[in-house]
């Protein structure tokens, strides 16, 4: 039996004129919402009069007036404890590394005695940084407390950012498995790597660019990743606020994608185990009887390819297409995106992808020493390339889907160069090439660091700087353990604690944000500052969480301020 989604949501027509409906759900204007604090533009100070009273009609305008760029720098795969774990002013800070409430458990539930070995090693792969060579195997780090440790070297050295560590699992069923409820227990049981995933750098105040500007401007500790999972659905969730969806899935090529889930709920989070999972941890990762791309109600939760070049796998006929009869391809999706709000607000946009064109010629990954230049380009962390209205030969794909070059030069990194130039458009979305994203398994934390500090650099140096706000983020917790319970919200998250920092003339100057967000909170932002109809998902987002007795999520306007003197 076909089981059909319930609520599916609105879906998107093409950039020709508006039709009835499509007016409708674009036509809306986000009302603000509760009264939000404001200060000067120094750092925040308790002695001004009571800011708190300015009116969110106040705000808005003083958005419109002060707020022209929006600039979205989205890294990857890091908890905010994997990086800011002592960082000062925390709402939540990790206390003594023996609390009893950060002990894992195991999948029976039971207490772990101590942690696993790291399965597969730290960094299994010889690597040279800074002069040194470092392969850390599995057998090198072994006995660990059943605790939170900093990530060290076999002989109890800090481990160097600069090291590339092996990938931990980062799925949609295994982080909800991992939140354990809230427990945060479950990290070790429902991850690939053992005890690595309790690990955190150790030394980041004196060797992360990324914690000098959290000093300077404003650190959000708060900040969960929308959705549970990995990089392809919270790409999703970022410019849709939902999942895509893969209609028939059952008598489709989808078919050989879908979860087998423990009993007839299509929504249950235990995935059916494999007789030879292990019985512990202890003995390693649990295994899945079923691929888990799809739900059994056919949304796409884990990573599944677009339609559309770059993609997985390729048409026999047409380049430009992916396979349509591979399980491995999703058909295009029609929903609407947040590309389709700003566009039909009259509002520029761009989506700058490092490495795209290199992708587009065949040549986004592959033998370095062929292409040196090879940027390990991710396929499914290009969000908007799964939709209809942006396929190929359309004039939405051509004015907004940009290529942002390679490298970490204006001369190579075409995004650099309009930064400095002064061209980008009112809202730009970043994606670093895959070598310096931050990815464990590919990228290093100093890489990743390094990049986004010379980006940062470089909108400082820009004459657009003056009305601009930067927000610089992770996709998700790439597997990491964080302490923090992520707030209830609806059955696509919000997952695990993701560090965020907003960089702006107007953000609060040495602040830590305890405001609730989530990755839906840059639409949130981008909703209110440019009059834009609300996504079905944010809105479905806002009620969950009202109903499960919390705040909805904020629009990042907490964290700024404004001289209104």
Same mark, same amino acid.
């Given at each position: 039996?076909?089981?059909?989604?319930?609520?599916?949501?609105?879906?998107?027509?093409?950039?020709?004129?508006?039709?009835?409906?499509?007016?409708?759900?674009?036509?809306?204007?986000?009302?603000?919402?509760?009264?939000?604090?404001?200060?000067?533009?120094?750092?925040?100070?308790?002695?001004?009069?009571?800011?708190?009273?300015?009116?969110?009609?106040?705000?808005?305008?003083?958005?419109?007036?002060?707020?022209?760029?929006?600039?979205?720098?989205?890294?990857?795969?890091?908890?905010?404890?994997?990086?800011?774990?002592?960082?000062?002013?925390?709402?939540?800070?990790?206390?003594?590394?023996?609390? %009893?409430?950060?002990?894992?458990?195991?999948?029976?539930?039971?207490?772990?005695?101590?942690?696993? %070995?790291?399965?597969?090693?730290?960094?299994?792969?010889?690597?040279?940084?800074?002069?040194?060579?470092?392969?850390?195997?599995?057998?090198?780090?072994?006995?660990?407390?059943?605790?939170?440790?900093?990530?060290?070297?076999?002989?109890?050295?800090?481990?160097?950012?600069?090291?590339?560590?092996?990938?931990?699992?980062?799925?949609?069923?295994?982080?909800?498995?991992?939140?354990?409820?809230?427990? /945060?227990?479950?990290?070790?049981?429902?991850?690939?790597?053992?005890?690595?995933?309790?690990?955190?750098?150790?030394?980041?105040?004196?060797?992360?660019?990324?914690?000098?500007?959290?000093?300077?401007?404003?650190?959000?500790?708060?900040?969960?990743?929308?959705?549970?999972?990995?990089?392809?659905? /919270?790409?999703?969730?970022?410019?849709? +606020?939902?999942?895509?969806?893969?209609?028939?899935?059952?008598?489709?090529?989808?078919?050989?994608? &879908?979860?087998?889930?423990?009993?007839?709920?299509?929504?249950?989070?235990?995935?059916?185990?494999?007789?030879?999972? %292990? =019985?512990?941890?202890?003995?390693?990762?649990?295994?899945?009887?079923?691929?888990?791309?799809?739900?059994?109600?056919?949304?796409?939760?884990?990573?599944?390819?677009?339609?559309?070049?770059?993609?997985?796998?390729?048409?026999?006929?047409?380049?430009?297409?992916?396979?349509?009869?591979?399980?491995?391809?999703?058909? %295009?999706?029609?929903?609407?995106?947040?590309?389709?709000?700003?566009?039909?607000?009259?509002?520029?946009?761009?989506?700058?992808?490092?490495?795209?064109? &290199?992708?587009?010629?065949?040549?986004?990954?592959?033998?370095?020493? =062929?292409?040196?230049?090879?940027?390990?380009?991710?396929?499914?962390?290009?969000?908007?390339?799964?939709?209809?209205?942006?396929?190929?030969?359309?004039? +939405?794909?051509?004015?907004?889907?940009?290529?942002?070059?390679?490298?970490?030069?204006? /001369?190579?990194?075409?995004?650099?160069?309009?930064?400095?130039?002064?061209?980008?458009?009112?809202?730009?979305?970043?994606?670093?090439?895959?070598?310096?994203?931050?990815?464990?398994?590919?990228?290093?934390?100093?890489?990743?660091?390094?990049?986004?500090?010379?980006? =940062?650099? +470089?909108?400082?140096?820009?004459?657009?700087?003056?009305?601009? &706000?930067?927000?610089?983020?992770?996709?998700?917790?790439?597997?990491?353990?964080?302490?923090?319970?992520?707030?209830?919200?609806?059955?696509?998250?919000?997952?695990?604690?993701?560090?965020?920092?907003?960089?702006?003339?107007?953000?609060?100057?040495?602040?830590?944000?305890?405001?609730?967000?989530?990755?839906?909170?840059?639409?949130?932002?981008?909703?209110?500052?440019?009059?834009?109809?609300?996504?079905?998902?944010?809105?479905?987002?806002?009620?969950?969480?009202?109903?499960?007795?919390?705040?909805?999520?904020?629009? &990042?306007?907490?964290?700024?301020?404004?001289?209104?003197?």
């Amino acid at each position: 039996m076909t089981r059909k989604p319930t609520d599916q949501p609105p879906v998107a027509a093409d950039d020709a004129p508006l039709n009835p409906e499509r007016r409708r759900l674009l036509g809306g204007i986000a009302l603000a919402g509760a009264v939000l604090s404001l200060g000067s533009c120094r750092a925040p100070d308790e002695s001004r009069p009571a800011a708190s009273e300015t009116s969110a009609n106040t705000l808005d305008t003083l958005l419109r007036q002060h707020i022209q760029q929006v600039v979205v720098l989205y890294a990857e795969n890091r908890s905010f404890n994997n990086l800011f774990a002592h960082f000062p002013g925390l709402a939540q800070p990790l206390k003594d590394l023996d609390s %009893p409430e950060y002990r894992q458990r195991d999948r029976d539930g039971s207490l772990l005695t101590t942690l696993p %070995p790291i399965w597969g090693g730290l960094a299994p792969h010889v690597q040279n940084v800074d002069g040194q060579h470092y392969q850390i195997g599995e057998d090198a780090i072994t006995g660990l407390p059943n605790r939170p440790f900093a990530l060290h070297t076999p002989d109890g050295a800090p481990l160097p950012q600069g090291v590339v560590t092996r990938d931990l699992v980062h799925r949609f069923y295994e982080n909800q498995l991992q939140i354990n409820g809230g427990r /945060n227990d479950g990290f070790v049981a429902w991850g690939n790597t053992g005890a690595m995933v309790m690990g955190h750098y150790a030394n980041n105040a004196d060797n992360l660019r990324l914690w000098q500007l959290a000093q300077q401007y404003t650190l959000c500790d708060n900040f969960f990743m929308g959705a549970f999972g990995g990089s392809f659905l /919270n790409h999703q969730y970022l410019v849709a +606020a939902q999942p895509p969806f893969y209609p028939d899935a059952e008598q489709r090529p989808g078919k050989f994608q &879908l979860a087998q889930v423990e009993g007839d709920d299509p929504t249950g989070i235990r995935p059916v185990l494999t007789d030879n999972t %292990p =019985v512990s941890a202890m003995q390693g990762r649990a295994k899945f009887a079923a691929p888990d791309a799809l739900t059994p109600d056919f949304w796409a939760v884990n990573t599944i390819g677009p339609a559309y070049a770059p993609a997985f796998n390729h048409d026999a006929h047409n380049p430009q297409l992916a396979d349509a009869d591979s399980p491995t391809t999703l058909p %295009p999706q029609v929903h609407l995106t947040i590309g389709d709000t700003l566009s039909a607000a009259g509002v520029d946009w761009a989506w700058y992808a490092g490495g795209w064109q &290199l992708a587009l010629d065949g040549h986004g990954d592959g033998d370095h020493h =062929v292409f040196p230049e090879s940027p390990n380009f991710q396929i499914h962390h290009q969000p908007f390339n799964y939709f209809q209205n942006f396929a190929p030969g359309t004039p +939405a794909r051509q004015q907004h889907l940009r290529d942002a070059g390679i490298g970490e030069s204006a /001369n190579g990194n075409h995004f650099i160069a309009a930064i400095e130039a002064g061209t980008l458009p009112p809202v730009s979305f970043y994606k670093p090439q895959g070598d310096l994203n931050m990815h464990a398994g590919y990228s290093s934390v100093e890489a990743g660091d390094r990049h986004l500090a010379r980006i =940062v650099e +470089a909108l400082q140096k820009s004459p657009q700087w003056p009305h601009m &706000l930067v927000v610089i983020t992770v996709d998700e917790n790439g597997g990491w353990w964080d302490h923090v319970a992520p707030p209830k919200g609806d059955r696509w998250g919000p997952g695990s604690r993701i560090p965020a920092l907003l960089v702006s003339p107007f953000a609060k100057k040495g602040f830590v944000d305890h405001t609730i967000y989530d990755t839906g909170s840059i639409q949130r932002f981008l909703t209110r500052r440019f009059g834009l109809a609300k996504l079905p998902g944010i809105v479905m987002r806002d009620q969950a969480m009202i109903a499960a007795g919390g705040p909805p999520p904020g629009d &990042l306007t907490a964290a700024l301020q404004f001289d209104i003197s």
